[in-house]
């Protein structure tokens, strides 16, 4: 399974944007960058997912790098409710279609 | 629309014993997997079924089996449990196996 990479840890502004970093450089042509959060105890939640062209939704925008071995998601305006543990995990390809969860980053939004 | 259910949210047993933990797909979606999360972990791959036909097994133990219903809904079951099963159970659903997965809330298992 290609592994990714994230920041344990990050404070952000309530109301700031929030750009949380991922690198997998070992990402193959068929996989794609999948985004997912967790609040405290519940089941988590799918924010977006891109191949290699950035994606936008309602709730935040994903840019991957040209050579696909990076990539940051952006929550536009964090609020309060965004604190989270983001997981930045690659699917599909050899690895097939499980998702791999690594430790994630630990988000936390502060008035 | 509904998401993906589980049942039942919360479920204390004691070492040895069976537990049967249920998920309902979001409609229209055919395929279920199962996740563990032990605390402070991420969530870890147990099973994924599509059609009812297994297609994929995480490194778990053969205490862990599972089944997949005509209606898509499915049954993790865990026997002989251990200390170590205590965690939270989350099922996920997707179309086929291949798209989104969308987690339900889990079910987080406690065993004594």
């Known amino acids: 399974d290609a592994k990714t990479t994230q920041p344990t840890s990050m404070d952000c502004a309530e109301g700031r944007a929030a750009n949380l970093p991922c690198n997998h450089s070992?990402?193959?042509?068929?996989?794609?960058v999948y985004w997912y959060r967790q609040i405290h105890s519940q089941g988590p939640q799918y924010i977006i997912h891109?191949?290699?062209n950035n994606e936008t939704n309602e709730m935040a925008s994903l840019i991957i790098t040209e050579d696909r071995k990076s990539s940051t998601l952006i929550l536009p305006h964090a609020t309060l409710r965004d604190t989270a543990v983001y997981y930045c995990i690659v699917r599909g390809g050899a690895a097939g279609n499980k998702l791999t969860f690594g430790g994630g980053t630990r988000v936390l939004v502060k008035p | 629309d509904a998401g993906v259910t589980q049942s039942p949210t919360h479920l204390i047993k004691t070492r040895g014993q069976h537990v049967t933990l249920r998920c309902s797909p979001i409609?229209?979606?055919?395929?279920v997997s199962w996740y563990q999360q032990v605390l402070g972990q991420g969530p870890q791959f147990i099973f994924q079924?599509?059609?009812?036909?297994?297609?994929g097994r995480g490194n778990f133990p053969d205490r862990f089996s599972a089944r997949q219903f005509p209606n898509y809904s499915s049954e993790l079951n865990v026997n002989a449990l251990l200390l170590g099963d205590s965690a939270l159970y989350l099922c996920a659903s997707s179309l086929t196996g291949s798209e989104t997965q969308y987690f339900g809330p889990g079910t987080r298992l406690l065993v004594l």
């Open positions: 409609s229209g979606h055919k395929s």
């Open positions: 079924y599509y059609e009812k036909e297994e297609r």
């Open positions: 070992t990402i193959s042509g068929n996989e794609y």
């Open positions: 891109g191949l290699k």
